[in-house]
């Protein structure tokens, strides 16, 4: 129980004692002294029989006996050290605690009465206890109470005195030799001692450095001097403090340190001292920082997926905390190390090797790693490098590189599963201690935890990968069973699995591969090219031979490999077999640019890919041949030219070609699905029904039937039925059609062929016969009827080779070799029918032959060729009229000019001798003489189709009649009859021609009548067409004018009317032959043309037609004109251009004699170079029409151009040539006739010069 007491009362002598004491407290230097003089006055002051003064250890709470009185030796050694009980530790002052001496026990003994136990404290600590005990008394009174607890205290302050000294020493000696960093400032923050470890934390060479310096100049964070105060004001209120605090050295370095600082308080409650130790942290945080780092690393390792980004991600912490650091990794044959990834410290310069041989005993380190299965401190890596202790190439590339440095420390901590190491972590860094080889062994157990999920989930996706390629390569090569497709998506499809450069596809043929497919290749036409031989290449034997994926890393290594120049590129090749059924079906080929190792389960993925190709490619080869076979039966099914039709049980149509469907005009999907019946013609359904009832007892049958189109149209045709049958069930019916409609079209066009040929040969203007072998006549066309005289039911069945008008012409011979198989040449002959009608025949024979070559009929064609006959006589006389008429011309022309020169000379000599000359009448009777022998030249051309006519309307009854009335006056012996169509188209043509060609035939007519007959002359109109005009060459169709004269006389047989129209053929003895052939020539020049029908004994008719005009005739008569007075010249100059010399002469002589000057000229060629001469001089050109040289046409020409509109008098005795203006050029030309007698010439010549002068 704690007791309170006053204190003494002042100037007592316990106030006295209690000064002593305090001053004896403040002096004393030793703590024993000190402690036996505050026991002494404290038994003084209460008058206790014994005592003892215990210091107390105020954490601990032990105590120990410093200061005894009164106790036995025994018993002080038995106090010496007590526990002071929990409770009396917590006094806060000097006050008297009664009955708790119980825990002085071995002290007391037992044996004393009264003990009193007061805590000696000191700054709210107790330093000390001082225990009382009296064996006699049994209380201690209040004011000894109080004087004791004063004592107490000044004894504690004394203690506490003593410890602080006495610790301060003891605080120097241990801080001195301390390794934490310690030091002590007095309450301005200014410090007052250092130990070196102090002084290193501060970066001070010293500790001299640091005495006298502030603490606030080492503090760092963001305000030293607040956490300053706080920290001053903490030790005040609680004594002590801990915490971190940034220190920023002397040498500009900041460091990290936990600090622990103690408060010294003086009685007053001032702070007088802080002692502070330090522990430099930096290091430690960094590595807490680091293995954070690692250990937050460490967790993100495990999220990721991909090797290359762990590693990235495992040295990411390293090089943030200043680290140099980097991953080897072994290979999977653990045959090299691999440089995976590295800081930017630790890289390794251009050009240096990435894989480094692995060998144990070259790199020592690593291999003791391996083995301990631990990370490995290595505090001098750069002298173990020096040492060889690392020779390998790895080590001396990390040297050429100064990755390691000569201060560096290394930690090797190995990457292992499962005792299997897999790698390395090196990292360096001059702060590495053993410490930090765990953390770094940790983190990379870690990376390779890490690196082997990646690795089992990256084999899981792989595996995955390939399983659904696989999956999809099966797919997508069971989505096609063509063969050329299925090659191109093995080759697309095996890139997913294994990335190539190249690939090509090679199929067997014997003991030699060669490609069908490629990929990737520059040149693939010339690698398709190669053939390889197998026995030659070890591989390709493998692959053929014993199944195996052939792996070559290296072409370059490879004896066997044969570079092509499409191929040369290639340094990898792998070969993969395609298997079915037990057989190589194939070899996949895969090359590479690059050397290139397959990982240890590619050639498995290809072997199985491979597996997949193979069931593909045998797929595809049995349905390319199924697909053959397929196209082969629906080819034949397509291709059939016959419909084809299946149906079920029920008769619904399961299956149309497409033969019966277009023969049906409708689709096969739309016919597919119905009955039969919808197809069969109403009127065939009922036949149909009833054989098709037959079918399911297994009848097959055939008939015709029609079907139906989609329009309603009828299909003959003939259906072939046959029941199917499975597993003796009647299941269907298979019915061939075949449309015959071809052949009933067939049946009908040869029918209509027949017909159509039998109607030919009877509308054929050629006869035809048809005999038999026999020679009997099976029948003979209309055109041979005609031609015969006789019908075809008359000569049906008459033997033709006993006719005798057939056995005179000797054409039967013909008939019987033609019915021995001889065709024989047309052969053209006279032929009179039994009715006697003569034609000449063209006979022209072909036998008709059966399949086995024998004569079953001959045909016989007959050409009339009577009127090509005719025609070609006709022409034959037209060729002789033309050529008389050539001569006639030259004749015309040669005696117009002879009667010109004599009419010339007459008339001269009538103008030159008197009026009264007795030669005048003699002159006028030869003028007379001389024209009446003009008529002669123009009737000779008129006869020759040529001469001078004067065309005007005619009507030909008025000439008829007027030629009938001559007739009638001359002769009596003939009866004149006339048949005149009273409306009688009128002609154009000249009056005395016609009138010379009518009476030329009565006169004909007439003369073949001697003994006398009646002569009929007829006209009328008629209109002719193309047909009846087709004979006659100058004749066009349209209206004619059709007279005909009849006698009654003696005939003409077929030789005479052959040359009736000859020139100068004749029948009778004085006859002169031009009679008929000028009425053939005129009516010829007239577009007309004669007919001639005679009989010998039965007269003869001619029958001339004439072109009409529609208008009526008007004959004009000739009126003369007046002739004007001849006058002389007045000397103009006339150029004569004449051939003949005699006829040049007189019209020279004459010309000058009418007072002309006269140029003359014997042809043109003459006449124009005079003229050229005198151009300017001539009036007027006489000329002939017909000259040698430049004829007069020319001439004219010729002087048109050089002299337009110049007066020309053309002369000429060719009456039957005709000119227009247009022939004459520029010149001003007419005509005079030859014969002309001199008056006429001078009158022509003064009309022409005075026209010329006007």
Avoid at 610 to 629: K, S
Avoid at 732 to 738: E, M, N, Q, R, S
Wanted: negative net charge.
């Amino acid at each position: 129980m704690r007791s309170e007491a006053a204190p003494p009362e002042k100037g007592a002598w316990e106030w006295r004692a209690l000064s002593e004491l305090s001053k004896l407290m403040a002096r004393a230097l030793d703590k024993g002294e000190l402690l036996q003089a505050a026991l002494e006055h404290a038994l003084h002051l209460t008058g206790f029989a014994a005592g003892g003064l215990y210091e107390v250890e105020a954490r601990t709470g032990r105590a120990v006996l410093l200061a005894h009185q009164g106790f036995s030796p025994q018993a002080v050694e038995k106090g010496r050290e007590v526990q002071v009980p929990p409770a009396l530790l917590k006094a806060r002052a000097s006050v008297v605690w009664e009955g708790s001496a119980a825990a002085f026990s071995p002290l007391l003994e037992g044996k004393w009465g009264t003990q009193v136990a007061v805590p000696l404290v000191a700054q709210d600590r107790v330093v000390g206890v001082l225990l009382l005990a009296d064996p006699e008394r049994q209380s201690l009174p209040p004011r000894g109470r109080a004087l004791l607890a004063t004592a107490g205290e000044i004894a504690g302050a004394g203690l506490a005195r003593l410890q602080f000294y006495e610790g301060l020493e003891l605080f120097r000696r241990a801080a001195d030799e301390a390794m934490d960093a310690i030091g002590l400032a007095d309450a301005e923050g200014v410090i007052r001692y250092a130990n070196p470890p102090m002084a290193a934390l501060h970066g001070a060479a010293s500790p001299e450095q640091l005495i006298g310096r502030r603490v606030l100049e080492f503090l760092g964070g963001e305000d030293p001097e607040r956490l300053r105060l706080a920290i001053r004001e903490h030790l005040r209120q609680h004594g002590s403090w801990r915490g971190e605090v940034e220190v920023r050295g002397l040498d500009g370095q900041v460091r990290v340190a936990q600090a622990s600082s103690v408060g010294h308080l003086d009685r007053e409650g001032n702070l007088r001292w802080i002692s502070t130790r330090l522990w430099d942290l930096t290091e430690r945080r960094r590595r807490e920082r680091l293995w954070r780092a690692l250990e937050e690393a460490g967790v993100r390792l495990l999220r990721l997926r991909d090797p290359e980004a762990i590693l990235q991600e495992a040295l990411h912490p390293l090089e943030e905390a200043g680290l140099r650091a980097f991953f080897l990794l072994l290979d999977q044959g653990r045959r090299s190390l691999r440089l995976a990834a590295h800081t930017a410290g630790a890289a390794l310069p251009e050009g240096e090797p990435r894989h480094y041989p692995w060998n144990p005993d070259h790199n020592p380190t690593i291999a003791q790693t391996f083995r301990e299965q631990k990370a490995l401190f290595v505090p001098d890596p750069a002298a173990r490098v020096e040492r060889g202790l690392g020779t390998s190439p790895l080590a001396r590339a990390f040297a050429r590189a100064q990755v390691v440095r000569p201060d560096d420390r290394a930690i090797f901590a190995p990457l292992h599963l499962g005792g299997e190491p897999t790698g390395v972590l090196v990292a360096l860094s001059p702060s590495f201690t053993e410490e930090d080889a765990p953390p770094l062994g940790i983190f990379a157990l870690q990376v390779a935890a890490a690196l082997e999920n990646a690795r089992l989930l990256q084999q899981e996706q792989e595996r995955r990968r390939h399983a659904e390629t696989l999956q999809r390569i099966t797919a997508a090569l069971a989505s096609t069973l063509d063969l050329e497709q299925v090659l191109g998506l093995i080759l697309d499809q095996v890139r997913e699995l294994l990335p190539y450069d190249s690939a090509n596809f090679m199929l067997p043929e014997g003991r030699t591969l060669q490609a069908v497919a490629g990929r990737g290749y520059p040149d693939w036409e010339a690698v398709r090219r190669v053939r390889i031989q197998i026995d030659q290449d070890p591989g390709l034997q493998r692959v053929m031979d014993r199944q195996e994926v052939v792996v070559v890393p290296d072409t370059r290594a490879y004896s066997a490999w044969v570079t092509y120049p499409p191929t040369a590129y290639i340094r990898a090749w792998i070969a993969v077999p395609v298997v079915a059924d037990g057989r190589v079906r194939g070899v996949l080929n895969l090359d590479f640019a690059h050397p290139y190792t397959p990982t240890e389960g590619e050639p498995s993925l290809l072997g199985s890919f491979a597996g997949q190709a193979g069931v593909a490619l045998r797929n595809a080869e049995l349905y390319q041949e199924t697909r053959r076979l397929k196209e082969f039966h629906e080819h034949l099914l397509q291709e059939m030219l016959e419909g084809l039709s299946v149906e079920d049980a029920e008769g619904i149509l399961t299956y149309v070609n497409p033969a019966l469907a277009a023969m049906l005009e409708r689709p096969a999907e739309a016919m597919v699905g119905q009955h039969w019946s919808a197809f069969i013609a109403p009127e065939d359904l009922e036949e149909v029904r009833r054989r098709t009832a037959t079918r399911p007892a297994g009848q097959s049958d055939r008939y015709t039937a029609r079907l139906l189109k989609a329009d309603g149209t009828r299909v003959p045709c003939a259906i072939s039925a046959r029941p199917l049958f499975e597993d003796g069930r009647y299941v269907g019916t298979l019915a061939v059609v075949t449309d015959l409609s071809e052949r009933v079209a067939r049946e009908r066009q040869l029918q209509e062929a027949k017909e159509y040929l039998e109607n030919l040969i009877r509308a054929l203007p050629v006869g035809i016969l048809r005999l038999n072998p026999r020679g009997e006549v099976i029948d003979i066309n209309p055109a041979l009827e005609e031609m015969v005289g006789a019908t075809a039911e008359e000569r049906r069945g008459m033997n033709i080779l006993e006719v005798p008008p057939v056995v005179e012409t000797g054409v039967h011979e013909l008939y019987r070799r033609g019915l021995q198989g001889e065709a024989f040449a047309p052969v053209d002959s006279w032929y009179r029918s039994l009715a006697g009608r003569e034609r000449y025949l063209r006979v022209q024979g072909v036998p008709i032959r059966d399949a086995e070559g024998n004569v079953v009929e001959l045909v016989v064609i007959h050409e009339d060729l009577t009127a090509q006959r005719t025609l070609e006589e006709r022409l034959q006389e037209a060729q002789k009229m033309e050529a008389l008429s050539q001569l006639s011309r030259q004749v015309v022309h040669d005696f117009n000019n002879t009667l010109g020169m004599l009419l010339g000379y007459v008339s001269t000599l009538q103008m030159e001798l008197p009026p009264d000359h007795a030669l005048q009448e003699d002159l006028q009777a030869m003028a007379q003489v001389v024209r009446r022998g003009q008529q002669l030249p123009e009737r000779l051309l008129r006869f020759a189709s040529g001469g001078r006519f004067h065309p005007e309307a005619v009507n030909c009854n008025a000439l008829v009649e007027e030629l009938l009335g001559i007739l009638q006056r001359t002769t009596s012996r003939v009866d004149l009859r006339k048949v005149l169509a009273p409306d009688l188209w009128t002609i154009q043509g000249d009056p005395s021609e016609l009138e010379h060609a009518l009476m030329n035939l009565l006169l004909n007519a007439v003369e073949a009548m001697p003994e006398g007959g009646t002569l009929t002359v007829g006209t009328e109109n008629e209109t002719l067409d193309e047909e009846a005009v087709r004979m006659h060459l100058r004749s066009r169709p349209g209206p004619y004018v059709r007279i005909w004269v009849r006698d009654t006389g003696e005939g003409m047989d077929r030789e005479t009317l052959r040359r009736i129209f000859e020139p100068f053929f004749s029948t009778r003895a004085r006859g002169r032959g031009l009679g008929l052939p000028t009425v053939y020539n005129i009516v010829k020049r007239y577009g007309g043309f004669v007919e001639v029908q005679s009989q010998p004994g039965e007269g003869s008719t001619f029958t001339v037609h004439l072109p009409a005009t529609p208008e009526a005739a008007q004959r004009q008569e000739a009126r003369p004109k007046p002739r004007s007075e001849v006058v002389g010249g007045r000397g103009e100059v006339i150029l004569v251009v004449e051939d003949e010399l005699l006829m040049r002469r007189l019209l020279e002589r004459r010309l000058r004699s009418a007072g002309y000057q006269v140029l003359s000229a014997g042809d043109g060629i003459e006449a124009l170079r005079l003229f050229q001469e005198r151009r300017d001089e001539i009036a007027l050109v006489i000329m002939d029409l017909v000259m040698p040289g430049l004829d007069g046409p020319g001439l004219c020409t010729a002087i048109g151009q050089a002299r337009p509109g110049m007066p020309v008098l053309v002369s000429t005795g060719r009456l039957d040539l005709s000119y227009d203006d247009a022939c004459f050029g520029e010149v001003r030309a007419q005509f005079i006739p030859k014969p002309y007698d001199m008056p006429s010439l001078l009158r022509k010549v003064q009309e022409m010069l005075q026209a010329h002068r006007a």
